[in-house]
């Protein structure tokens, strides 16, 4: 393992600009147009034509998105292509992550002032190998947390389309009749809520409730809500 070098973010990077370019000016297309918050719209032509990191400067302030393709950058971000970086564009891009840009803001400066982020001590690895590696590993972890992302995410909806119909067909495949709440299996009855349970209001917490000598922990039934 090579060493790693302390300088600054103005010794390795240059902040550009964004552009601007408001929504009743673009035309559609195939082009991202990111904002400090990432893809806000899209249009048919590019500002940067190559991958970049886009930085929130404005509205997310710090925020750092990844384009792997040629994008649209507004007057609320800068950006930070492979030319204007003496680092791996990818190691740069999970440094800055990592670097949380956010603190530097305050209620005097509301935005991301570039002449303080360039002020910024960083240290790096003085090869761009080492640079490489470390940015295909957080990668890899990256892929790894999204794809779990988008598995709870169906896992969630798979739930939500579940608890209806077992709630409006039941699990016995009957006949569905129609009922002042809409359809539901024909063995099926409408009735109030307060019929069928007791909703008791209580200020008492459920760890005091357990030391309650008369409490039977053994009969408790856990309430999800």
């Not at 904002?35 to 970049?52: D, F, L, M, Q, Y």
Request: glycine content about 8%.
């Amino acid at each position: 393992m090579g060493e790693w070098l302390s300088t600054t973010l103005r010794e390795v990077a240059n902040l550009n600009y964004g552009k601007n370019l408001p929504s009743k000016i673009r035309i559609p297309g195939d082009v991202p147009v990111y904002g400090s918050n990432g893809i806000v719209g899209w249009h048919n032509e590019a500002i940067v034509n190559k991958a970049g990191i886009i930085v929130g400067r404005k509205g997310s302030v710090g925020a750092i998105q990844l384009s792997n393709r040629p994008f649209c950058p507004i007057d609320t971000t800068y950006f930070i292509t492979a030319d204007d970086t003496k680092v791996d564009i990818n190691f740069l891009y999970y440094l800055l992550r990592h670097f949380n840009l956010s603190r530097l803001v305050s209620d005097l400066i509301p935005g991301l002032n570039r002449d303080l982020a360039y002020a910024q001590e960083i240290v790096v690895p003085n090869t761009e190998i080492e640079q490489r590696r470390i940015a295909a590993v957080l990668s890899l972890v990256q892929r790894g947390i999204e794809q779990k992302e988008q598995l709870i995410a169906l896992t969630t909806e798979l739930k939500k389309v579940l608890m209806y119909k077992l709630f409006t067909e039941g699990t016995r495949g009957e006949p569905q009749k129609q009922s002042e709440i809409g359809s539901i299996p024909e063995g099926w009855e409408v009735v109030k809520l307060g019929s069928c349970c007791g909703v008791v209001n209580s200020s008492i917490s459920y760890t005091m409730l357990m030391k309650m000598d008369s409490f039977d922990s053994s009969k408790a039934v856990d309430v999800m809500g």
